[in-house]
C-alpha cells in the first residue's frame, strides 16, 4: 500500500496536476514494484496565503508525503527518493530544491482496509522488496 499526498500552490501545481500524478505514481511501480493501477494521490492545491515556506523556494514549491506499510529495505526506500526527484525536475520542471519528499512506514496492523486490519489482507504484490 502506497497512500501520496502531495501539497503545492494551487497556481503553479493545479495545471501540473496530471502530469505530476503520472510520474510520481510511475515512480512508486518502479521502485517498489508495486502493481501499475493502485495508484492512491490526493492532490492538496493551496492558495499563497495557506502555503507558508522559506524564501529560498519558488512558487513550484511541492511536498510530497507517501505513507507505506512496513517492509521495504532501506535500499528501496532510497531508490524511490532519487527517482522522485530525478523524474519530477525532469518531467515536471520542479527543480530539486523545491521538493521535499518524507515517507511514513507503519505496521500493517496500523491500516485498515476493505473492511480489514492490514495485516489480515491479502495482498497481489509484494512488500518486502
Known sequence: ?????????????KPKQTLLSEVIHSCIVDAFQYPAKKKFQRFFNLEREDFIYPEDRSDRYTIIEISIFEGRSVETKKMLIKLLFERINHEVEIDMNDLEITIF????????????PGDELQLNYNVNV
Do not use: S
Open 1 to 13: 500500500m502506497a497512500q501520496v499526498k502531495v501539497y503545492g500552490l494551487k497556481e503553479f501545481m
Open 105 to 116: 512506514e507503519t505496521p500493517k496492523h496500523h491500516w485498515g482496509i476493505r473492511g480489514l
